[in-house]
DNA sequence: ATGGACCCTGTAGCGGCTACAGGGTCAAGG
DNA sequence: CCTTGACCCTGTAGCCGCTACAGGGTCCAT
């Protein structure tokens, strides 16, 4: 029906041209059929899946767990479980992310408290990365 | 006077090897000497380079950050200031990947508390996803 | 018929390593 | 003296998730 190049496809679900052929060659959107010319001629299928695949990239899933996702939405009658265990896994790497972010904030703050405009002679924040000396 | 092996540099500074090389042929540390049977023999000086390297690594500065940091301790008239932008400059990058990352959290959470062990006929994690509807 | 916007394939690059393959060197033990 | 095994060498390919070409073909409006 809807009948898309990828031009359209890709401005529709904000991706680049070039990540949806992309996509394709992965095997994480199928291959849609081909027009008169040999272009790609996408259908409310493909939009479907492949605006699901940009919101999961969006919320930080790999690949992979996007492909994982995706199988386990097309088998509708099994449980939700398996899907809550890929969201939980990828809420603690970002907790994880977080915290050592955090504690890297913590010591480049330090860092950047000791430099007060000294020479770089006696400058802290090089003594800081220097060995210890 | 150190003359270290390869191996032992690596070792003293919680670098792979292959790190080492990798990190000679990008420039980043300067090429050793070569012992008689062409191996690399390293002194106190690559040992202190590496391990600021390593140190500002730690704390997630790019390796060409690294680099201008590396140029400014050794020009050691010049002031404070450029090494304390680049760290800044860091610093500020670091705040907007945990901003980031705290509202990636929020939206997940928000998920994930929807997810009741009903099949992903209706899970509201799979809903949430696809494309609103 | 011509221009420009779109599309095609294929390959190489980004960052920052990591992991081989296929060799050479060195020191210790038998 | 010889062997074993740990180390070292170079060079290349792979990881992730795209992005950016190069060198062409197609389509549509003027």
Redesign the pocket.
């Known amino acids: 029906m809807s009948d898309l190049?990828?031009?359209?496809l890709?401005k529709a679900t904000d991706t680049?041209?070039?990540?949806v052929?992309?996509y394709e060659k992965i095997g994480l959107l199928p291959a849609p059929a081909r027009?008169?010319?040999?272009?790609?001629s996408y259908d409310e299928s493909h939009l479907r899946r492949l605006s699901f695949i940009r919101r999961a990239?969006d919320l930080g899933f790999?690949?992979?767990q996007v492909r994982e996702l995706m199988a386990l939405a097309d088998r509708r009658d099994q449980s939700c479980m398996a899907v809550d265990v890929i969201a939980n896994q990828h809420r603690n790497a970002i907790t994880r992310k977080i915290a050592d972010l955090t504690a890297l904030a913590a010591e480049l703050d330090t860092l950047i408290d000791s430099c007060s405009r000294n020479t770089v002679a006696d400058c802290r924040i090089i003594e800081a990365l220097a060995p210890q000396a």
Request: glycine fraction near 10%; proline fraction near 0%; charged fraction near 30%.
């Open positions: 190049a990828i031009g359209k890709a680049n041209v070039e990540t052929r992309y027009s008169a010319g040999n272009y790609r990239r790999s690949i992979d």
